[in-house]
């Protein structure tokens, strides 16, 4: 009950942001690595979207530039969806990006510019994407050795 009572509390004073609508058109304002953007809906509302079920080269890591380019030749002038699955722990919406019927987290994967997030049981058609860019090493899969993002990361530990 003071568990309850608490997350109620806290809840009046930290409400949780809305998920935006599935139907909105957004505009990409800034492509900050392969797998995460700050888009624009109509009405001027910004958010940070990071890319659902893909997990891109750092920018400072191995192909991290062409995975960045990738996305923003995407995106570019492009009106895009957003289906949208909640929040990160960075309060960064979770999403996957369309443009028409354009699935472009899957994109990004099956062009060898993303790992799939692994964590958790991927979608089966990004499996199947990763697998059809490692076997035609396509991307970063034409490097004998790519080094996951998650093991560069914990390699490369940002300083403040």
Known sequence: ???????GLLG????????????????IQTVHDGDTVTAVAADGREERIRLLGIDAPEYRQPHGRAARAALEQKVRGQPVHLESHGRDQYDRL??????????LN??????????????????????????AARRDRRGLWATTDPLRPSDWRQA?????
Request: proline share 12%.
């Open 94 to 103: 979770l999403g996957t990006l369309w443009i028409d019927q354009r699935n």
């Open 12 to 27: 009046d004073q930290f409400p949780a942001r809305p998920i935006p609508p599935a139907n909105e058109a957004w505009t």
């Open 1 to 7: 009950i003071v568990v309850l009572a608490l997350a």
């Open 106 to 131: 899957r994109e990004l994967v099956a062009e060898g510019h993303a790992w799939v997030f692994d964590r958790f049981t991927p979608p089966a058609d990004l499996r199947e994407a990763q697998q």
């Open 156 to 160: 490369h530990p940002r300083h403040p």
